[in-house]
């Protein structure tokens, strides 16, 4: 029963990933191919999933806010993924022999993020791997991608987009935040080293002030203009 509820949420936390990955794939590809004639244009662009024809201005306004979307959900159904963990490390707690529980486990699909969050100890090298693949796709991917967004439309010195841009960029960090938090307290996890707390605190600082204060328009010189 508990294990197939987790299963169940491990497929739908692996689709929502793959979409999420799948998405920030595409428009990776189109970022790094877009020059600065092209912003200036206006050329179109079709966005994924949604298969709309758009100007690629616009896409730099609205892929953000997608990106932040899908990574929400993901994040979301990573939460629900490792309550459903949570139950089921504790029946197998209740009812079975700390022998038999590493079988029961090895019936979770073979999901990075359930691997991750599973209470199993045993595998260091296979949790080690999945605890990276999982911190680099829910953590660092995503935003590395939003931040590539603002600074590749930096050329076309439009504050009102690159300010959305930062908003999203402090949305998706407020949300890691709660995400890490939520999984922490589910899983009753040990707390981390004040070490590690202190560089997560420190790294999104860096992020927001370098979306703020580094990552700006460049200024044209009156004389330039005149």
């Given at each position: ?225 005149e």
């Open positions: 029963g508990r294990g197939m509820a987790a299963n169940s949420a491990s497929t739908t936390a692996r689709h929502a990933h793959l979409t999420l990955l799948g998405f920030i794939v595409y428009a990776a590809i189109t970022v790094w191919s877009t020059t600065d004639e092209q912003l200036l244009r206006g050329s179109a662009v079709k966005l994924p999933l949604l298969d709309v024809a758009v100007s690629i201005v616009g896409f730099y306004t609205i892929a953000p806010f997608l990106l932040l979307i899908l990574h929400s959900n993901l994040l979301l159904y990573v939460m629900l993924l490792a309550s459903r963990l949570r139950a089921l490390e504790e029946t197998l707690l209740a009812t079975l022999h700390p022998s038999d529980r590493h079988g029961e486990l090895l019936r979770l699909e073979a999901f990075s993020i359930t691997q991750w969050l599973s209470g199993d100890d045993e595998g260091i090298v296979t949790r080690t791997t999945a605890r990276i693949v999982s911190f680099v796709s829910i953590y660092v991917i995503p935003v590395g991608m939003l931040l590539w967004f603002q600074i590749r439309f930096l050329p076309v010195n439009r504050p009102y987009i690159t300010s959305s841009q930062r908003w999203v960029i402090c949305l998706d960090l407020a949300f890691l935040w709660l995400f890490w938090w939520q999984v922490r307290r589910r899983r009753k996890v040990r707390k981390l080293q004040l070490c590690a707390r202190v560089s997560m605190g420190i790294v999104t600082i860096c992020v927001v002030l370098f979306s703020i204060e580094i990552a700006v328009s460049p200024q044209i010189p009156s004389w330039w203009v």
